[in-house]
């Protein structure tokens, strides 16, 4: 099937991702983007990060969605109610690209989002949250205080920042619960106002916008942030972001109903899965001591290249390596299953697009996914197969055997899912796939394992990516 009958009578498409984050969404954003009209963000801020090429550059948004780089084909591009926005990132983003030569003339900021401030950005960064110290680990961004704030009826939307008396009075209420801070309300008000003035052109009643698209039958493309298993609804509590970033929790966050989607996607890394931050991960190579491992500062590319005595160009962001290095190739097939770990994190360059940190590595748990596909739906699109090529068996997670015995259903609490040991089923490695364009060429241990996949959780696999490119993508 082409990409067009999957497009067939469509007007509101989304893209979830339906594990921890770090999926592969943005190829697929970008993809879905060249269709829609809209294409709109519904939940968390500069926490999330994705890698889109411009003009031949690679460059990484936080905040802005993937269809920015069409906003001069006359595509519109929301930034909806559901997100907390930092006005400096946004207007540091803005200005890359229109250093592009694009313009960000369609760009539309909700009203109603909410604003981060220094001094949340501050209280993120507080020792206490780290991840060396038990904490989730998270992007230190100021995402979790802004949201805390928005629930505890105290938060500044955009509305409110734009105008510099209210935003005054605004932070003298919010004052008293961060003790902790000299927060200096005047100093505030003035160092935004530069940030005020230039988005005070963007911000608009995006939910009135939205009704109007879906009434005029524009395409909408919902572009989901993180993931299923950190979402604050449905993720494993408290190793959460703060918002819902299920299919539910997107449509809200841009003022529609998830009924009105015609075409909802779920992301799936496979046969391997990753996390960032701390938290609990059943089937993760190397169990404790990876999460410990990723968890300190040290461990980015460049020193994971340099400790295990690999070759490189670079430095800098865009390091390039041989990731079929005899040495990756020779840690990947290791008996000691965190050294396998980190030989797969190498081969598949698996660290986060925000904070440059190693990803935690483990194999694809299909109880995890049967879960995510109960609410995001079964429609799923596998990515990072090909970054598996020639690299051995490898193995899906069926089943946990529990204390109480086996289990094939998922649970969020983090002693159950500490306690449990995945039951893997095995498979035989497979060959490049870069090549392959039609799902039935597949190698046939992928397709047997995505048929188990398949038949586990309740899900169809529409898409298979088998590289970074976009046509690099199988449509079944
Ligand atoms: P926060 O969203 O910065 O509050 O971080 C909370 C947790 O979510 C941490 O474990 C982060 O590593 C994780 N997280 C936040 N954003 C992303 C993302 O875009 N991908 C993967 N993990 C994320």
């Known amino acids: 099937m082409g990409i067009d009958n999957l497009l067939d009578g469509v007007q509101v498409a989304s893209i979830v991702c339906n594990q921890w984050g770090d999926t592969g969404k943005g190829k697929f954003s970008d993809y879905f983007s060249e269709w829609a ?48 926005i930092d006005p400096k990132v946004l207007s540091q983003e803005m200005d890359e690209i229109l250093d592009t030569g694009k313009t960000i003339n369609n760009l539309m900021v909700s009203r109603d989002a909410h604003v981060i401030l220094d001094y949340h950005i501050k209280q993120d960064k507080a020792r206490y949250e780290s991840q060396s110290n038990g904490g989730v680990g998270s992007t230190g961004r100021g995402i979790g205080p ?69 009434r005029e039958g524009k395409k909408v493309l919902l ?22 970033c299920s299919i539910n929790g997107t449509a809200n966050g841009v003022g529609i109903s998830s009924r009105r989607i015609d075409l909802p996607l779920g992301i799936v890394k496979f046969p391997f899965m990753t996390r960032v931050g701390g938290g609990p991960f059943p089937t993760e190579l190397g169990g404790i001591k990876s999460e410990k491992y990723c968890g300190e500062s040290g461990h980015e590319l460049q020193k994971e290249l340099e400790a295990n005595g ?30 396998r770990g980190v030989g797969m994190r190498l081969a598949a360059g698996e660290y986060g697009a925000t904070t440059g ?58 002693d159950f899912l500490r306690s449990v040991k995945p039951q893997n089923k095995v498979y035989e490695g497979y060959g490049n796939i870069g090549d392959v364009r ?39």
């Open 357 to 414: 940190r190693p990803r935690r590595i483990g194999w694809t748990d299909a109880v995890a996914l049967k879960y995510a596909v109960g609410i995001n739906g079964p429609l799923m699109i596998l990515t990072k197969a090909d970054c598996y090529s020639d690299k051995g068996d490898f193995e899906v997670c069926y089943g946990y055997d529990t204390p109480n015995g086996p289990t094939s259903e998922f649970r969020t609490d983090e």
């Open 146 to 214: 802004c949201y805390s704030d928005k629930i505890s009826r105290r938060g500044i939307r955009m509305f409110e920042f734009l105008d510099k008396d209210i935003l005054a009075s605004k932070i003298s209420k919010v004052k008293d619960f961060y003790p902790n801070q000299k927060i200096d309300i005047e100093k505030i008000v003035e160092e935004s106002r530069p940030f005020a003035s230039r988005l005070s052109h963007f911000v608009r009643n995006t939910d009135a916008e939205m009704q109007n698209f879906l």
């Open 310 to 339: 690999i070759n490189f160009m670079g430095p800098g962001e865009w390091i390039k390596y041989d990731s079929f290095h005899p040495r990756i190739l020779k840690m990947i097939k290791s008996e000691d299953s965190f050294v």
């Open 37 to 84: 009209d809209v294409i709109a963000r519904g939940t968390g801020g500069n926490n999330a990060g994705h890698t889109v090429v411009v003009n031949g550059e690679k460059r990484v948004f936080h905040l802005l969605p993937a269809g920015i780089v069409y906003d001069s084909d006359g595509k519109s591009n929301i930034l909806g109610k559901g997100m907390v």
């Open 223 to 244: 572009e989901g942030a993180q993931g299923f298993l950190i979402s604050v609804e449905h993720g494993t509590y408290p190793y959460v972001t703060p918002s819902d």
């Open 438 to 476: 039609n799902f039935n060429d597949l190698p046939k241990s992928l397709r047997e394992s995505i048929g188990d996949l398949e038949k586990f959780t309740g899900g169809n696999v529409a898409m298979v990516s088998v590289g970074a490119e976009r046509d690099a993508t199988i449509i079944r």
